[in-house]
């Protein structure tokens, strides 16, 4: 599957990375360099640097061995500080209303509801090219780190909790997503298949999902927790209203006045 970078964040992480590693090129190579140098000049036998014992400091040395890190760190600083903000995962992407897509981490496997479209897959998430995508994240067990290393990112899924993340594939490709942090035995396998596909791709796409007679209710949900390993790609043609959020809901124990709301609050 694809892995290099593509879309706005995944190519401003590795903007960041390289402009951090350039920068720190600027001290590792000139000490590398020194250190040769001097151990060469002030070698026992045959150098030619000049024995100085009573030597105890220098102010140029000293001003550059402070002044040079002092220099990078503000610099570092400045561009981590400005990029933290602009990558905000909360924060939306600019152009095309966002694909809203929900995330819950199972044992060990994920669960993709698009909640405009009304269907949910398991271990396969679809997306148009070049249109942001809204995240919900949200785990219905131990602690997880989502992330599709191709579009940059990585946010965890609580139990309980809800996080977000905003994405944007920039190219046509199949990429691999998956959980990064430890969590059980299936945790090597728990990796998922993120496709970025055309517009008339992906509305195909839709449609043969709906076409499926499998729907996600609570008997299915319940099937579908049970813990397993390498589980195949499933689709579900029909998601109940607000699934997401009454899971989230349910380790709160506000499930049954979630329900209330959703069904007009008035009960």
């Given amino acids: 599957m694809k892995q290099v970078v593509t879309g706005p964040i995944a190519e401003a992480e590795n903007a ?7 920068l720190m090129l600027v001290v590792v190579v000139p000490v590398i360099l020194l250190t040769l140098f001097v151990a060469w000049r002030y070698r026992a036998a045959g150098g030619q640097g000049a024995y100085k014992p009573d030597w105890d400091r220098s102010r140029i040395i000293e001003i550059t061995v402070w002044g040079i890190p002092i220099v990078m760190i503000g610099i570092l600083a400045t561009w981590v500080w400005d990029r933290t903000h602009a ?8 152009g095309a209303e966002p694909l809203r897509i ?10 993709f509801i698009y909640p405009d479209l009304n269907i949910a897959t398991v271990n396969q998430v679809a997306f148009p090219v070049e249109q942001p995508l809204s995240f919900r994240i949200t785990s219905e067990v131990a602690m997880n780190s989502f992330m599709i290393p191709a579009l940059g990112g990585q946010i965890y899924a609580m139990a309980g909790m809800e996080t977000q993340l905003n994405l944007q594939a920039n190219e046509i490709g199949a990429m691999q997503g998956r959980n990064m942090q430890f969590s059980g035995d299936g945790f090597s396998d728990q990796t998922f298949e993120a496709l970025s596909m055309s517009q008339i791709d992906f ?6 999902v709906r076409s499926g007679d499998s729907a996600l209710d609570q008997a299915s949900f319940a099937e579908l927790s ?4 390498d589980a195949p790609i499933a689709y579900f043609s029909t998601v109940p209203q ?7 809901a349910h380790f709160m124990g506000m499930e049954h006045e979630h329900a209330g709301h959703s069904d007009g609050g008035d009960k």
């Fill in 16 to 22: 960041l990375m390289w402009q951090a590693f350039s």
């Fill in 87 to 94: 990558l905000d995962p909360y924060k939306q992407l600019p």
């Fill in 102 to 111: 929900e995330a819950i981490a199972l044992d060990w496997k994920w669960l």
């Fill in 203 to 208: 509305e195909a796409w839709v449609n043969k």
């Fill in 226 to 229: 049970k813990p397993s390993i």
């Fill in 242 to 248: 607000d699934f997401f959020s009454r899971r989230v």
